[in-house]
Nanobody, 123 residues
Framework: QVQLVESGGGLVQAGGSLRLSCAASRATFSIDDMGWFRQSPGKEREFVARINRSGGSTSYADSVKGRFTISRDNVKKTVYLQMNSLKSEDTAEYFC????????????????WGQGTQVTVSS
């Protein structure tokens, strides 16, 4: 089985920062494209960020560009999401994901999901 376990969620005031972590158990982690999605109550799950296998290429949703940074450590088999200048609209459950297509940074196809971690931003 493939396991993706998120951590680091919590409550933070608007303008603050939070760092999420996703620990992966896949032996092939170093060649997997990884990323983050989020979902708020009553809304569809939306793409947040993607990072390629080496960490040299990233892609972000327009709503988080300039505020969020995705990174990875292939030795620790962990992907991170650094969230700065948080807004109330960033409140959501955040999910770690493995992308199905490792050759297309614009693809949003996912074949493995983590269990999610809650991020709540107060006004």
């Amino acid at each position: 089985q493939v396991q993706l376990v998120e951590s680091g969620g919590g409550l933070v005031q608007a303008g603050g920062s939070l760092r999420l972590s996703c620990a992966a158990s896949r032996a092939t982690f170093s060649i997997d494209d990884m990323g983050w999605f989020r979902q708020s109550p009553g809304k569809e799950r939306e793409f947040v960020a993607r990072i390629n296998r080496s960490g040299g290429s990233t892609s972000y949703a327009d709503s988080v560009k300039g505020r969020f940074t995705i990174s990875r450590d292939n030795v620790k088999k962990t992907v991170y999401l650094q969230m700065n200048s948080l807004k109330s609209e960033d409140t959501a459950e955040y999910f770690c994901a493995k992308f199905s297509d490792a050759s297309n940074m614009r693809s949003r196809r996912v074949d493995y999901w983590g269990q999610g971690t809650q991020v709540t931003v107060s006004s």
